[in-house]
């Protein structure tokens, strides 16, 4: 066989590897988890396994809908908008003004929200920190708990995706509204926003990603069944159904709809988001 | 002062809390009810507590197996994707990337489910022969286990900053060394590894960074278990704080951690370079 036959033999050899790869490992849990979903539960356990002559059920989905699942769906979102809300807002300021303006502080300032960005990550340093203080403090349990909590995590990340797009903003339009009359708040949150409309969907998107798939700090701070977000439900649910897998794959196949479907159409968003740099994982 | 919201954001919400625990960490703090100064104690204590060594080195060896898995699996991926075109190398990405965007409690529960005894896996070992294997009750295979699915969830993060890193690679560099004679190979050894040490030092810090500091995925798996084969430093951060009620010792255990942590941030921070 000639060099260039094997070669193209190899590199047919690759890309069917990487298929299959791909497949086994990063679609085949979904679907297997979808799958045992809407299984009734006498299938689920059969043996040998039922691959796809079983009769489709919803009776999981009913359990989790009666056990108040939709409750938490409804927590989850609003906690994550209201991150994503006090987020770009907080966000975009900061970015502005470590971009536009030179004051006392400003490099110690940058210093912190830079090193608040690993930091957040390194979040296992922060549970301890955060439930004796929120405790201290009586914010344990509240309906603004989380929201807080989560705005904090994913505010260091979001001032550095932002800052990225207001550094493409020439001075010029500063000065010409500043000529126009124009106040700086409506310069902001008029201009500024609407010409950085890119980055503040991606820097939306980590603050959404951060907060609806956040878990350990909500299972600390909350405890009122009614403040449970998703993720502290689906964890519930393995101790409450215990072996169970029917209900336990319904729950975790709907909560995951949210992130896959946002990402699916905003991925490229995401992605430019996540090498600008550096980002949580 | 426009910056001003978001300093006091994470001043009172993540420093303040930091330096309140190195506080109550001198103290005897038993069931959150405030006791005696105990001066350096709870630190003594942490280093005499044999169960936190041995979970400090196997976090250790956790850390390390999982970013190696990623950065390697993940390169090949970046490199497998590069060679693609359009759309083709979009959807790769995103698939790639799915681990990474649904939830650990989510991806975790995943796994735990096609690790069951009844499960998948177990069901083809037994087509080929061999006997059922519960793998997550098995203290040999469940760290083995953990590292896997940490190592799954990033995979395609370090995919994607690689492959942004290939990206940037000039092709007149990589034409210039072959019109040279260099084969493809030496291409890659020689021209594109070099320029990919900053992207793959950026994926490195911050998957050991997250790593180190998983709770979710142990949690969900494994609970630490079976007896402590997969109790990690977060797991028993987590026991010492809501099992023994003892936030004296867990408050120092937290204030190591950070310093841990801070070795890594400081890492990061060398790697991005961040300016104003």
New interface residues.
Partial sequence: MSRDGARSVLRHFGTIAGFAALIVFNLAPIVWSVRTSLMAPSDIFAYPPKWLDFAITLEHYERIVKSGYFQTFRNSIAYSLAAIAIGLIVGLLAAYGFDRFRFLGKKAMFFLVVFCIPLSMGSSALIIPNYLYFSKLGLLDGWFTLPLLYTAYNLPMAIWIIKSGVEAIPVEIDEAAKIDGCSRFRFIFGIVAVLSRPVLAAAALFIFLGSWNEFILSSIMINKPDLRPVQLAIYQYLGFFGQEWGPLTAAASVAIVPSIVIFTFLGRMLISGLTAGSVKS | ???A???L??????????I??VY?SFFD?RF?QMGDFLGFKNYAAVFRNREIWHSLGLTIIVTFAGLAISIVVGM??AV?IHSCQGLTA?F???????????????GA???K??F?T?G?IN?LLNAWGYGNVDILANPRLAPCALIFVMA?R?VG?AM??IL?GLKSVPKDLEEAAEVDGANRWNVFWRVRLPLLKTPVM?AS???L??N?????VP??LTGGGPGNATNV??ME??RQ??VYYD?GI??A???I??LI?VV??VL??KV?K?D?
């Avoid at chain 2, 954001?9 to 930091?18: D, E, G, H, Q, T």
């Avoid at chain 2, 790769?92 to 989510?106: G, K, N, T």
């Avoid at chain 2, 180190?212 to 979710?216: A, G, H, Q, S, T």
């Fill in positions: 002062m426009l910056v919201p978001s300093i954001f994470l001043i009172v919400i993540l420093i303040v809390p930091l309140y625990t109550n703090l959150l090949l991926m497998w979009y790769l990405q995103i698939i790639v990337l799915i681990p990474w965007v649904i939830s650990m409690v989510v529960l995943l796994w489910w096609l069951n009844m998948p069901y799954w990033t993060f994607v900053l942004a950026i810090v911050i998957l960074l997250s180190f500091n998983n709770v979710d949690m969900v430093i977060t951060l987590y704080g809501f936030f867990a408050s255990l937290s204030f951690t950070l942590n890594l941030i990061y921070m991005v961040y104003v």
